[in-house]
């Protein structure tokens, strides 16, 4: 498939509206750190403590999750994409997914990308759509074998009794929304829309997937990389600020505040995410004042730079004409 040209340089208004993004990022790392100013000498002694080499570790299986999302995205795609390149496709929307809400950029960026390798906008969405379905259900199947296989076995540490309430939230959630869209007939036409464009075309991909088993491990493989990336990087940071062993803990908090930020609508989940990462630590034992350095971190190793290293690759894959 034919490259197409380089895109133009950004304008003024897109440079402002990017300016403004980060300053609303900015804004909400001050509101996040302001509750915790008071734990700040002992994070201290937990960062001058810390072990560098589970540091180290954790950036890694940080920058592992990009090279799963690259794998699942390839394997829904119904043709060739070089890996390497899709790669930083998926490092640069990371910068497109945190400056808007609901990871709306990185959906968006995806397609534009599938769009320029000569897929039409339908087949580019429906892709698109198809890697998210593959994506949340994985996620979802996941987080439901953690509780009910593992959250209730920890042991080196206090078992938190809120596990079972995530998924009794989510029910409740599930029937409110049920509710809301059948009351509304503005809703209703917003959700017959969504279904047009997006599901349908997934369901059509979908049954294309599931005829080609190679395809279907690669996709489900991708997505559940994705998630345990999340996992074990927590679980390295855990480790990198003394705490013992307790992928359990890691994993859960990881799973119930992935699915918050994709709900959350602040940019990146900033706020929400961090607050139900300490609150999630904090409920399996995990001291205060080693929870929020260990979250700080996590963020900088899972958000922040790889949201300042996606920016430099979505300007290098805008000027070769990628997206």
């Known amino acids: 498939m034919s490259e197409a040209a380089p895109a133009p340089r950004p304008t003024r208004r897109s440079r402002h509206l990017r300016t403004a993004a980060w300053v609303l990022l900015c804004l909400g790392l001050v509101a996040v750190a302001i509750p915790l100013a008071k734990e700040v000498p002992a994070m201290v002694e937990a960062v001058r403590n810390g072990d560098p080499l589970w540091a180290a570790a954790a ?124 009351a509304s007939t503005r809703l209703r036409a917003r959700l017959a829309t969504v279904f047009r464009d997006d599901v349908l075309p997934a369901i059509r991909h979908l049954s294309t997937l599931l005829t080609n088993p190679r395809r279907l491990a690669l996709a489900v493989a991708g997505a559940a990389g994705t998630t345990l990336s999340s996992a074990l990087t927590m679980w390295a940071c855990l480790l990198a600020f003394g705490q013992p062993s307790r992928p359990v803990a890691a994993a859960f908090t990881t799973m119930v505040a992935g699915t918050l930020a994709s709900a959350a609508p602040t940019p990146g989940g900033v706020g929400a995410v961090e607050a139900a990462l300490v609150a999630g630590l904090v409920s399996f034992g995990v001291p205060t004042a080693v929870a929020v350095p260990t979250v700080l971190f996590y963020r900088v190793v899972t958000t922040w730079v790889p949201v300042m290293l996606g920016s430099f690759q979505l300007r290098s894959l805008s000027r070769a004409g990628a997206v």
């Open 59 to 182: 950036a890694v299986l940080a920058a592992s999750g990009y090279f799963a999302a690259a794998l699942s995205l390839r394997a829904c795609a119904p043709g060739p994409l070089p890996f390497l390149r899709t790669t930083r496709v998926q490092l640069a929307a990371s910068f497109t997914g945190t400056v808007t809400p609901a990871s709306v950029g990185s959906l968006a960026l995806n397609v534009r990308y599938l769009s320029k390798r000569g897929m039409s906008t339908a087949l580019a969405t429906g892709t698109v759509a198809l890697q998210s379905v593959v994506q949340a259900t994985t996620h979802v199947v996941l987080l439901a074998l953690l509780v009910a296989l593992g959250a209730g076995h920890e042991t080196t540490t206090k078992t938190p009794g809120w596990e079972r309430w995530v998924l009794v939230a989510v029910l409740v959630l599930l029937v409110a929304s049920a509710i809301a869209v059948l």
